[in-house]
Each structure stands twice: as structure tokens, then as C-alpha cells.
């Protein structure tokens, strides 16, 4: 009887189809089967939308902050600058928006010629439709602009 019963399980599991190929790789960014084949559909850009004051977090990095608030000013609070973390930050709304670094965090402001001090903020004081920031950490406790687009100017310190 346990013979029948190993031959019949063996028979079982040799009959299971193979979920190999199937099996998916999901980072947010990219979709990739075990065969290492990307799924072309998966290739658009992780984002979210804020309607109030929103911190980041790490393990958002990457994302498209999109701030859609009708409020006067909507704050966009940093996480502490490590280095890898970027972030890109969208006024899709008629709002001025204010990003906060932490108090120990510089921003490095390459319009201006000039750094920021530790902790001060930027802010897009147009609040027009269309501004963006791309904030970018290269080297610990700073923060690059790598893309910026409208007005964006020295908020002063944050308070963070």
C-alpha cells in the first residue's frame, strides 16, 4: 500500500504543470519574468498624489509626487538626505508649494550659485500649474537639483 501511495504522489507532481516562466518580478518600475523578458506595459513611472502636507519616505524614492492641494501653501516634507534617494515633486494645481529638507539637510541651488543653509526650504512662490522640482542625494546630508522647472526660491528654514 505505501508503494501504490508514493508511485501515485510521484505520478501527481511529474503531471503538475511548470509555473517557471510565470513566475514575475514586480519593483514598481519594471515587470520581469524568470526568463528575464520585461513587460513592456510596466515601464511607466511610479506616483502619487498629495492634497495635503505629505512627508516621504524612503521607499518612496523614485516617485512623482504630484500635488494637486487648494490650499495657500502645501508643505512636502524630505526624508533625511541619503545617498540614492531621489525625488521629483509636480505642481499640478494653483498652490504654492514649500519642500522641506531635514534641519540637518542642505539643498544645493544651482540657479542661484549659492547653497542653501542647512534646512532651508524651497518654494515655488508662483504657484503656477506646471513647476517641478527633481531633488537628488549624491552625497549624504545633500540634496542636488537635477531638473527644475517654473520659479523656485529660498523658503527659508523649515523647522523640520
Known amino acids: 500500500m505505501r508503494k501504490f501511495l508514493v508511485l501515485v504522489a510521484i505520478i501527481l507532481l511529474l503531471g503538475l504543470p511548470s509555473f517557471a ?30 492634497v495635503t502636507t505629505d512627508t516621504l519616505t524612503i521607499a518612496e524614492t523614485g516617485k512623482v509626487t504630484s500635488v494637486v492641494a487648494t490650499a495657500t501653501n502645501t508643505n512636502v516634507n524630505l526624508p ?13 494645481s494653483d498652490t504654492t508649494i514649500v519642500v522641506n529638507p531635514a534641519i540637518a539637510d542642505t539643498i544645493k541651488y544651482a540657479t542661484s550659485g549659492v547653497d542653501l543653509d542647512a534646512g532651508d526650504s524651497i518654494l515655488s512662490p508662483d504657484a503656477g ?25 529660498d523658503g527659508g528654514e523649515a523647522g523640520n
Open 21 to 50: 516562466a510565470t513566475n514575475r518580478y514586480n519593483d514598481g518600475y519594471n515587470t520581469v519574468d524568470s526568463t528575464g523578458v520585461i513587460v513592456p506595459y510596466a515601464s511607466k513611472v511610479p506616483y502619487q498624489v498629495v
Open 80 to 92: 533625511s538626505a541619503a545617498v540614492g534617494l531621489s525625488y521629483t515633486i509636480v505642481n499640478a
Open 129 to 153: 500649474t506646471g513647476s517641478s522640482v527633481t531633488l537628488i542625494c549624491p552625497v549624504a546630508n545633500t540634496w542636488v537639483i537635477g531638473q527644475m522647472t517654473g520659479t523656485w526660491t
